[in-house]
C-alpha cells in the first residue's frame, strides 16, 4: 500500500491562509484529491485533480481553495485562502474515488484550525 504523508497544518485565525501538501511514497494516480473530516461529521472531498488539469472543488471551498499537483515529486498541494472557522478539520489527500489500486489506506491528516 501507499504512504502518505499530509503536512503543513496548523492554527491561523480568520481570513488567513495556509498551504498543505501530500506526499505518496508511490506514483499518484490520475485522479487525487484532498479530504477533511470536521468534528462529529463524516469525511468529505473538497478538491480533486486529474493529471490533465480536470479540477473540482466542493461548494464550500470554491474560489478560496486551489489543489494543484507535482507528479514528479508524487505530491499533492493545497492553498488554503481566506480561511473560516468552519473550515476546521483534519486534512487528507488520497485517491479519487477511495479506495483505489494501491491507495486503500489513510494517513495521519494534518490538522487545521482556524479561530474567529
Known amino acids: 500500500q501507499v504512504q502518505l504523508v499530509e503536512s503543513g497544518g496548523g492554527l491561523v485565525q480568520a481570513g488567513g491562509s495556509l498551504r498543505l501538501s501530500c506526499q505518496a511514497s508511490s506514483s499518484l494516480l490520475n485522479n487525487m484529491g484532498w479530504y477533511r473530516r470536521a468534528p462529529g461529521k463524516q469525511r468529505e472531498l473538497v478538491a480533486s485533480c486529474t493529471r490533465d488539469g480536470s479540477i473540482n472543488y466542493a461548494d464550500s471551498v470554491k474560489g478560496r481553495f486551489t489543489i494543484s499537483r507535482d507528479n514528479a515529486k508524487n505530491t499533492v498541494y493545497l492553498q488554503m485562502n481566506s480561511l473560516k472557522p468552519e473550515d476546521t478539520a483534519i486534512y487528507y489527500c488520497?485517491?479519487?474515488?477511495?479506495?483505489?489500486?494501491?491507495?486503500?489506506?489513510w494517513g495521519q491528516g494534518t490538522q487545521v484550525t482556524v479561530s474567529s
Open positions: 488520497n485517491a479519487v474515488p477511495f479506495p483505489a489500486w494501491i491507495f486503500r489506506s
